[in-house]
Structures are given as C-alpha cells and as structure tokens.
C-alpha cells in the first residue's frame, strides 16, 4: 500500500462498544492523557474496554530496520482485540503503523488477514471523535489563545488533518491561532531524534520559534512523541508554553 | 570494498553551524513549497495527473528491457548510437574513447545528474580535455569547485553576494557587482564563446521514448539546446529507467517534473531529439550518442520493493518539502543525489556499506511521500534500507554491514519483552517507580537532553490507572 | 553488441521475469478533459507567456511582414535572419523595404558563419505549428530551410503563429497530429525568452537563449 496522503476513510455506525489502545508512550509518559482519552469516549455513551494485555504497535523495532522484533511485538497484540470493534488509538503514529504498515509488515505470514482484520479497525482518536461520533462540546474553561501541532502520521498516514482543530474550534473560549509551519515535522522521528540530535535540536527549534510566534499559551497535538520533544524543549528553554495532549486539553475544558 | 563510510551526522553538524547557510536553504524552500502548493491547488487535477504519471512510470518498468531495445533499435534506426554501460568507469571509458575519436579538447555540458554520478568532469579533466558546465548554477558550483547541493538549483546553498566575490575572483573580465540581471550577462558573455566553439556536447536525458526514440530534455535557460545542438558532436548519458513507452507518455510527465521541481506550468524549452543532422539540414550535430548507464539500477531492479526507487523523474520536490534537507543543505550528503531521493538512492547504488547512515536522515515525517508526483513510498524504502542495513542478505550492497550485536540485542530484548504481556507490565511498572532516576549521562538521555529536559515518567501506567478505575478489559 | 548490453539486459529480465509487475491502466482523462473555448485559448496563451516576459504582436495576414519591419525598426534592430526557402521567407524578402534592420538568410550549413551568428544577430524569426493554452507554450519544428538555431542564437526570437493554430493541451497536439508516427530531428515547445533563477532564485532573462520572444500572431 502506498502512503501518498489521499487517505479517507468510509464512515461506519455508531458501535456500542469501542476498544482502546493506549500506545507504549502514553502508558509510560502520559497516561493521563490515555485516561482522559477513554472519558472522552465514554462520555458520548460508547462502552470502552482497555485490554490489559496490549503493550506496543511495534514501531520503534520497525523503523529501527528491526521487522521480525516488530512483528513479534505486533503480533502478540492480535489476541486482545477479538471483538468486531473499533480500536482507538490516542496517537495519529501509532495508529498509522497499525493501520498502514500492518498490512506489509505481516505480508506472507500465517496470521496476515488476521492482521489486515484488526488493523482495519483502527481509528486515530480524533477521527473517531469527528467522523463517527460526531461529537460536540460545551466549553466550561477560561479564555486561552492556544495553538495546534499536526503530528506527520496523524496528517499523512491517517488523513487526520482538520479534525483535531475542528474539534478544537468547538470551544468558545479558545482561541486557535495556527502556526506558519503547522506541517512541518518537530524533528523527534523516533530514534532519530537520538541518532542525529544536533538535526532534531534545529528542527525542534524552528518549531519552538514558531509556536511562540503565535503568542499560545499552549501547544496541543495529537502525538506523544511530538509532545515529548516539543514540550522538553519548551521547558528547557523555559518558554511560557506548555504542551498539551488533545484528549487532555478536550477533557480539561469540558469536564471542568 | 575499503570504501570508509561517508559521515552525514558530522557533515550536517558543520552545516548546521552555518547561519547564513541555514538562512539561505529555509528562505528558498518555503519559497519553492508554496509555489509548487499553487500549481497544484486543483486536487481532483493533481490526483488524476499523478496517477498518470506513477502509471506511465510503472507501465515502463513493467516492460524496461523490451523498452529498451526498443529504444535502442529506433535510435539506431534514426541515425543516434546507442552504448552500454554496466559501471560509471565503462561510462567514462565509452564518453572518452569518442572524444579521443574526434580530437576533442572542449566540451560544454548542459545539466546531467548521470554525468555528476559518473564524476564526468573529474575524469575528462584528468585526461587533459577541458568539461565546461553551461547551466549557470552548475557552472556556479564548477567555479566555486564545489558540488551541487541540489538537484535542480545546484548552487541553491549560495547567496548573490558570494557568487559575485566568486565570478570577480574567477572570471577574468568581471567587475564587482550584486546585480543578478549583470552576473547572468556576463555569463552569457563568457560562455557563448565556449558553446561557439565547443566539439563536444555532454547532456542528460529527462526521458527517452521508446515508440520514437526521441530523448527529451527540459530546461529554461537555452543552454540544453545550445550543447545538443552547436558543437559536432552530442553525446547523451542517462540511467537506464528513464526511457517511456510512447510519445503520449511525456506530456503528463512533464507537466509533474516541471511544476514539482520548479513551481512553472512548463519550462521555457522542451527540447525533443529524435535524430542527429539530416541531408540537407544546416545545423545540429552530425553524431549523437545515447550512453546507457546501468551502475547497480538492475539490481535494485531485481527487488520488488525497491525497484520502486527507479520511478522517480528527479524533480527534487522531495528535498524542498524534507524538514532534515532544509535545516541541512545538500552538501551533509556528500552525494550527487541528496535529500530524501538520494537517502534511498545512494545506499542501492554505492551500497550500504558507504552509506548505510543516508536512510537514517530521516524523521519518516512522510512530507516527500505526500507530494512526490510519482507517487514513490520513499519512506517505506528508507525503513527497509534501514533493515537490509542490519541484517546480512543479497537484496542489496552491503546488506549487514551495519550489523551491531549489542544493538540486536537491545531489540532482541525489547521484543521479548512488548511481546509478553506480564514481562510488559513488570517492566513499565519498575520504569514508573525508577525511571525518572535515569541519570541524564546515560547515551541516549544526554543526546535527547541536549536542548530538552528529560522525559518524565508517570508515576502509575495507564494500564495501572484503568484497572483502579476499573476499565474493562474484555 | 556490446557484452555489458546482453549482460544488463539480461539481469533486468531475469529481475522482472521473478517479479512481474502489473502497471495500473493509464488514464489520460485528466489531460483530454482540459478544454478552453477558442478564444479563451488565445487569451491563456498570451497571459501565461506574457507572465513570463513574452511579447506579442498582433497583425493580419496582409500586413505582418511590414509590421514585422516596423516593429524591428523601433526597436533599433540591426538585423534579422530568416530562411529565404520557404513561403514566409519569400513574403518577408518581397516586402523588406530598404533602410530597415537588414534581413540575413540561413541558408548554408552553420559552419560558414557560426562567428557572426553567435556575435553579430540581433534577431530571428520562425514560423510556428501553433501554440498550447495549457501551458503557454509555442510547437516549433525547425526545418532544413528553417535551421534549429534560429530560434536560439540571435538575441530575438520572433515567431510568427497563427491564430487559428491553437491547441488546449501537449498531448492534444501530438496525438491529434500523430506525432509519433515521425518525429522530426528537432521538436521545440518554447514558452518564453531564456530565463534563470540559479542566482538565489532571482530570476533573470536571457541566459543562454533569446534574451526576447516576441509573437507575432497572425489572424
Ligand atoms: S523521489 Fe519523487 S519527489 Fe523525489 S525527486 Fe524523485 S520524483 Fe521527485
């Protein structure tokens, strides 16, 4: 399958039930964000399972040039989505390898079309949210200007580009003020940002400059990986803005 | 081999240094990104001409040795002669032994990216015949004896103030001036001499028409045309992927390259040969020669994935939209091919041994993916490059070179553990009570912590947190 | 034949042969469906080149080679090269009135005067097949009586088209005309004066080529 950005995806019913897939950063680095993830949905009325068994999409090891470590790691997530639900995946990456990279990472084995199976399944939070819950939001926070960064597979592997800022628009007392770069990548690409760090640190730091352009008091994005090189660098570079994951922010402002 | 690996990390790192350098590849690539976003404004339009093209550039690599008979056998038949080269030294060797034929001394050269993979200047300035490059950024780079640091604008990494310290110190004629519209002039003065009196003419080939054998080249400075047409004799050189079907084939193709690489609806010249100097004809060369160049493409052919790399119509849109070219140069790459392209190029053609790190100059943002207008998956071949890099194999040149066994084993370990749910849980649980006391000079925290604080972990994981709050699990 | 040839060939078919590869269909909709109105085109035609520094004359078929001379005239043209062999040719010499830039026939082998071609042409006038409004752009075939370097030495380029040659697309014109059943030792599209952008993408006219094109439309 070819990743050339003109994903849409067909809508589906409303289901009952919907499964979570928390994704190995969130659990360790934000589960908080994951928690209020879960509230999100449960509070349009959708019963959601967290299967205790899930720990990882597999793709640190895959694009490390680890595939058989990957597929390992993908593959022991299969059993715990046996139910014909929605999965929903708090990161546009993680989401992305499922759905996407899936399907050839598991090509030729015994299990492929099971694969294929779950991995069709998987919906990027805020796609959810938009296209399948359609959901609407009552804003109960104080004026904030805030700004929004696109996480690069939530925008070109998942076709996840105005829902997050729709959802966002919704809150009347946010202001959304977008970057000149909104697109651009923060430079964290995984062991990238370790491998090449004196590249990350520039890249990052063209993000760190435009979002403080915008005046935010606060980035949010769809990605932990984003939030944690975004945010570590705002911190270090003790700027007055904090990253924020959506699900957070949705959950702050609406939940009181 | 004995080749040492070329070093992007400390290439880069010079470059990043370099403000002015910096300044000069983020103002030209913002500007180069929102022109070519106008020219392809209309989706459906962009979607349907895309398709087309990565359609005619499938269909040829469907059929690419009868196509290239097919070509050689109509160029053949219009008068072009037609060479083989499997390395860049038989290249070079076929490039030369005409020249010695016609006793040439000069050769003016219009835009070839093959001849930059064949080091063509190098070679023919050893042996004493003197390679001029007519494009006027390549001739920039040439003065500057520097490389192209991209594709298509060569001396893109240069302001107008350095090229006009560069043509007063190496143009014998020059006065100092900033004025773009006087340095271009004066190169025209210069060179127009050496076209006049050129014997040879070296170009590229953007794409070669197997139904006609016509090679078509693009352009829009005139230079193309002047060294296929003025000197005597014209020798062409391209790899062996660019030829197409049929004639209708080039149109859409065009209309990708043009307004990918460039932001123009077309170039001022699209130059079609199809023949050298006919009976009666005035002008033109009596001879043209089409050197086709192997160097490691049938092998990349032979992979099914892989072979995917030989779509591209080198329009370097993919370097314009990648976040690490940008803030980099071309020059980090030490290539003639940079960027995304070259980042999965180079390692097939030079092997993985010398360029093993090129596929790790990447964030997998997928940013060339979306707009490449062949619709080439860069990023899935950046990941199996990285594999093939790592684990011995026959795939590609050099495959295993970069095999680390302590690196294996962390991700031996890793998988052992994500795989196994109670190892899993065990082990994030003791991240979450330990991790944060991590100290920062462990090698991996000290790159990251660089220019960001520490990542912190959470107290409790989220799978803690939903049991408490008792989450279903089934 | 050369044994790097049988050895290449050889390597990709054995390569494809082991994998084929099934291309999708071609689907020239996106090019057949670009359509503008007649006069639509002539105006596309002249705004894009025009965008691209491009000059156009308008005259009728009776009068164009005397508003070509008036033109030349003005603009203080020392001379024009045309090829004497063909009908335009025997028009522009009919006309040619003394005292105007001096008309210079193409009509031996370059060799014999490359010099003064390179140094001493002011301008250059061909014909054209038509033009294209999808990208503004002019179809030039040089001939033997109308050499390929007319239209990129001398520093004008004055290219005669007729109004009613007017495609809407590339490929409209050369399926149309059945191109590929004889290409010509040369085709041109040529879509405005010789430009560059190398110097940090400044862009100038005249590099190599034309410094000028100007087109004479004729209606
Ligand atoms: S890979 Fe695609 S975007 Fe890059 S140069 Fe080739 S055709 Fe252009």
Redesign the pocket.
């Known amino acids: 399958m070819s990743h050339d950005g003109t994903t849409s995806r067909p809508d589906i019913e409303r289901p009952e039930s919907v499964y979570f897939f928390g994704t190995c950063l969130v659990d360790l680095f934000y589960p908080d964000a994951g928690m209020a993830g879960m509230e999100l949905l449960k509070a349009q009325g959708v019963r959601v399972v967290f299967p205790q068994g899930q720990s990882c999409c597999g793709q640190p090891a895959y694009n490390s040039g680890y595939r058989e470590e990957a597929l390992k790691v993908a593959r022991a997530q299969l059993d715990y989505f046996p139910g014909d639900w929605p999965i929903v995946v708090p990161s546009g990456s993680c989401a992305g390898m499922m759905s996407k990279h899936w399907p050839d990472l598991f090509k030729g084995e015994p299990d492929e079309a099971r694969a294929r199976q779950v991995a069709s399944r998987v919906w990027e939070l805020t796609q959810f949210l938009v296209q399948v819950l359609k959901v609407t939001f009552e804003d109960q926070g104080p004026p904030v200007k805030i700004t929004w960064h696109a996480s690069c597979h939530a925008q070109r592997e998942m076709g996840v580009t105005d829902e997050p800022k729709a959802l966002l628009r919704q809150l009347a007392n946010v202001e959304l003020v977008e970057l000149q770069r909104e697109k651009e990548c923060c430079g964290f690409g995984g062991t990238f940002a370790v491998r090449h760090p004196e590249i990350s640190a520039a890249m990052v730091g063209d993000k760190v400059a435009d979002i403080e352009n915008t005046g935010a008091k606060a980035v949010v994005s769809g990605d932990c990986g984003c939030l944690m090189n975004i945010s570590g660098a705002l911190e270090a570079g003790q700027k007055p803005v904090r990253g924020v994951h959506i699900a957070q922010f949705l959950k702050e402002r609406t939940h009181g | 081999m004995g080749e040492s690996s070329i070093n992007f990390a400390k290439a880069s790192s010079a470059a990043l240094q370099d403000q002015q350098l910096r300044g000069n590849f983020r103002r030209a690539m913002d500007g180069l990104m929102s022109k070519r976003a106008v020219q392809f404004a209309d989706t459906a339009e962009w979607n349907g001409v895309r398709a087309l093209g990565a359609s005619v550039r499938l269909r040829a690599l469907s059929k690419l040795p009868e196509l290239l008979e097919k070509l050689e056998a109509n160029c053949t038949r219009n008068g072009i002669q037609v060479h083989w080269a499997a390395t860049t030294d038989e290249a070079n060797a076929i490039v030369l032994s005409i020249m010695q034929r016609v006793n040439a001394k000069l050769v003016v050269k219009g835009k070839s990216m093959v001849s930059e993979e064949m080091h063509l200047n190098a070679f023919l300035e050893k042996r004493g015949i003197e390679c001029l490059e007519s494009d006027l950024g390549e001739y920039i780079v040439q003065l500057d004896e520097a490389m192209p640091s991209h594709i298509i604008m060569p001396a893109i990494h240069m302001n107008t103030k350095q090229i006009a310290h560069l043509f007063k110190q190496k143009i014998k004629e020059a006065e100092y001036t900033e004025d773009v519209a006087q340095l271009t002039d004066l190169a025209r003065r210069v060179l127009r001499k050496k076209f006049a009196t050129a014997d040879v003419g070296v170009s590229g080939v953007n794409m070669a028409v197997a139904e006609t054998g016509t090679l078509c080249l693009v352009e829009n400075e005139g230079n193309g045309r002047m060294s296929t047409t003025v000197p005597p004799v014209h020798i062409a050189v391209m790899g062996l992927e660019k030829v197409v079907e049929k004639l209708e084939d080039v149109p859409p193709v065009i209309s990708l390259l043009t307004r990918?690489a460039t932001a123009q609806p077309i170039t001022t010249y699209v130059n079609m040969i199809s023949s050298p100097r006919k009976e009666g004809e005035k002008d033109g060369p009596d001879e043209i020669h089409l050197v086709i160049l192997d160097n490691g493409r049938s092998g990349i052919y032979a992979d099914e994935e892989l072979r995917n790399t030989l779509r591209?119509?080198?329009?370097?849109?993919?370097m314009n939209h990648c976040p690490v070219y940008t803030k980099v140069g071309g020059h980090a790459y030490q290539a003639p091919y940079p960027g995304?392209?070259g980042s999965i190029l180079m390692p097939q053609v030079e092997g993985l041994e010398k360029r093993g790190e090129l596929p790790h100059a990447c964030t997998m943002c997928n940013a060339?993916v979306e707009?490449?207008?062949?619709k080439?998956p860069?990023v899935e071949i950046m990941g199996r490059l990285r594999s093939e890099a790592v684990h011995p194999g026959d795939a590609v040149r050099g495959a295993g070179s970069h095999a680390s066994k302590a690196e294996a084993m962390v991700w031996k370990g890793w998988s052992m553990t994500y795989a196994s749910p109670l190892a899993y849980q065990f082990a994030t649980a003791l991240l979450a009570k330990l991790g944060n006391a991590a100290p920062t000079s462990l090698p991996l925290l000290k790159e990251w912590t660089n220019v960001r604080t520490k990542p912190r972990f959470a107290n409790r994981t989220l799978h803690a947190l939903a049991r408490e709050k008792g989450i279903p699990d089934v | 034949m050369s044994e790097s040839r049988n050895a290449i060939l050889g390597k990709l078919r054995a390569g494809r042969d082991a994998h084929p590869l099934t291309p999708p269909e071609s689907d020239f909709a996106v090019l057949r469906n670009k359509r503008w109105d007649g006069a639509e085109r002539l105006e596309r035609i002249k705004r894009m080149m025009e965008a691209v520094h491009t000059e156009f004359l308008e005259t009728t078929e009776a009068d164009w080679p005397a508003d070509v001379q008036a033109f030349l005239t003005a603009q203080g043209t020392r001379n024009l090269l045309f090829g004497p062999a063909t009908e335009v040719g025997a028009r522009l010499s009919s006309a040619w009135t003394d005292g105007g830039p001096e008309l210079i026939p193409y009509a031996d082998r370059v060799e014999t005067f490359k010099e003064r071609l390179f140094d001493g042409i002011d301008a250059g006038i061909t014909t054209t097949l038509g033009a294209i409004a999808d990208t503004g752009s002019l179809i030039v075939w040089p001939t033997p009586e109308e050499p390929r370097l007319m239209s990129l030495v001398p520093h004008m380029h004055l290219a005669l088209l007729r109004a009613d040659a007017l495609y809407d697309t590339f490929w409209q014109a050369m399926t149309e005309n059945r191109w590929a059943d004889g290409m010509p030792t040369n085709a041109l599209l040529i879509s405005g004066p010789s430009k560059t952008a190398d110097i940090e993408q400044t862009l100038a006219y005249g590099v190599h080529g034309p410094k000028r094109l100007v087109v004479v439309i004729v209606r």
């Open positions: 990918s591209c119509i080198r329009c370097g849109a993919c995304p392209i060339c707009i490449c207008p062949v080439i860069i």
